[in-house]
């Protein structure tokens, strides 16, 4: 494929202001032309996350970070509190179910 050539010619295209939101809202933060190229070559769209998950996604890093270095130290024979382990396992359940979940340790 020319994939790796020089592309020296452009192609401009107008858009409603309709379409225009349609394609940012499918481009996520790639760019238009990028964008627009990609889905011509048959190249599947970025996966967009919607907003309403982003949060969520937030919280779960952080208890995953949690319960991982928990593993780190484990691995490492160190000494591990197992009251410490329940309360981030119970805390971490407790977000994932949406109940919260307390940062008490």
């Known amino acids: 494929m020319e994939e790796k050539k020089l592309r020296t010619h452009c192609v ?6 309709t379409e225009l939101t349609e394609l940012d809202r499918r481009r996520g933060k790639i760019r238009r ?3 627009l190229r990609n889905v011509f070559l048959g190249r599947k769209e970025p996966l967009q996350i919607p ?3 982003l949060d969520s996604f937030r919280t779960s890093a ?4 949690n319960l991982n270095q928990i593993a780190r130290a484990l691995n490492a024979g160190l000494d591990v509190d197992i009251e410490e382990v329940r309360s981030t396992l119970r805390n971490f359940r407790l977000a994932l179910l949406g109940g919260g979940g ?3 340790k």
């Open 12 to 17: 401009s295209v107008r858009l409603s202001p």
């Open 33 to 35: 032309g990028t964008f």
């Open 51 to 53: 907003a309403v998950n």
């Open 62 to 65: 952080r208890w995953a970070a």
């Open 102 to 104: 307390d940062d008490e």
